[in-house]
Every structure is written in structure tokens, then in C-alpha cells.
């Protein structure tokens, strides 16, 4: 015997299993959507990826070397420039030693005509003398050197004569 509150406790629970089935349809859908909007992203994010890799990373390896190359030109470019730096550097630094020195013997020059006009009239005489006596003991030496050369040549001629005598003589002595 089924009493008709079985029937209806039995219709709740049907009902009720009904609702969670229902309701676990609904959460299966979301699920099933947030899954479906997921997938999407990813296939998306794979397509991406997969154009990256056909065709941007190409792109992005010839930026690379691109890249690379600017840097290479870079580089020499600095290195050149150093170079005409320190090669103008230097011209300029020859420049002012020589500058200096010019200077330093035109101050010394000024500076010792600058003594000898304020010194009094013998001290100017006897440097004159001392200068032109400098400048005749130079051209003593040079004649001593080129009489030096000719006493030289003449004592090897000589020899060569005298060699000459011998060697002309030690026949007639046998």
C-alpha cells in the first residue's frame, strides 16, 4: 500500500534529484562556457605564438641583425674617430713643443741681448770678442777636421806608394 504522502515524498525526491540534475546542467554549461572562453584565449595566444614564430621572429631576427650591424658601424666609426683624435692630439702637441721651443729660444736670445745692452761697454766688447772668437775657433776646427781628412788620405797614399817601393824592390833583392 502507497500512501500518498510516499507518492509526494517520492515526487519531492524525484523533483528535488530533477532540480540537482538541472542544477548540475547549469554548472556543466558554465563550465563548460568559461572552458569554451579559455580555449578560445589559448587558441588565440597559439595562434600568436605560431605567427611569431613564422613570420615576427624573422622579422625580429633581421631587427637583430640589423641591430647589429649598427652596432658593428658604431663601433668603427668610434674606433676611427679615436684614432683621428689622437692623430690630431699629437699633431697639436708637435705643434706646441715646437711653438715652445721657438719661443723659449727667442726669449733666451731676447734675453741675453737684453743683458748685454744693459751692461756697460767693455762687458759688450768682450762678449762680442767671445762671440766672434767662438765662431773662428769653429771654422779652425773645420779646417783642422779637413786637414785631419787630407793627412789621412795622404798617409794611406803614401803607404800604398811605400807598399808599392817594396813590393818592387824584394824582387831584386833575390
Do not use: C
Request: proline share 1%; net charge neutral.
Amino acid at each position: 500500500v502507497v500512501t500518498r504522502e510516499d507518492v509526494e515524498e517520492s515526487l519531492k525526491a524525484i523533483w528535488q534529484y530533477v532540480k540537482d540534475k538541472e542544477q548540475l546542467l547549469k554548472d556543466l554549461h558554465s563550465q563548460i562556457e568559461e572552458t569554451g572562453k579559455r580555449l578560445s584565449v589559448k587558441q588565440s595566444e597559439r595562434d600568436y605564438w605560431l605567427e611569431y614564430k613564422n613570420v615576427g621572429s624573422k622579422i625580429e631576427a633581421s631587427k637583430i641583425m640589423t641591430l647589429e650591424k649598427d652596432i658593428q658601424e658604431a663601433k668603427d666609426d668610434l674606433r676611427r674617430a679615436t684614432e683621428r683624435y689622437r692623430d690630431a692630439l699629437k699633431a697639436v702637441k708637435e705643434e706646441n713643443d715646437r711653438l715652445v721651443e721657438k719661443h723659449r729660444t727667442l726669449s733666451k736670445k731676447q734675453a741675453f741681448e737684453n743683458a748685454v745692452r744693459s751692461l756697460d761697454k767693455t762687458s759688450r766688447t768682450e762678449i762680442e770678442e767671445n762671440e766672434w772668437l767662438k765662431e773662428v775657433v769653429k771654422r779652425y776646427q773645420k779646417e783642422v777636421s779637413d786637414l785631419k781628412a787630407s793627412i789621412q788620405l795622404l798617409e794611406e797614399e803614401n803607404t800604398a806608394l811605400v807598399t808599392k817601393v817594396i813590393d818592387g824592390r824584394l824582387p831584386h833583392l833575390r
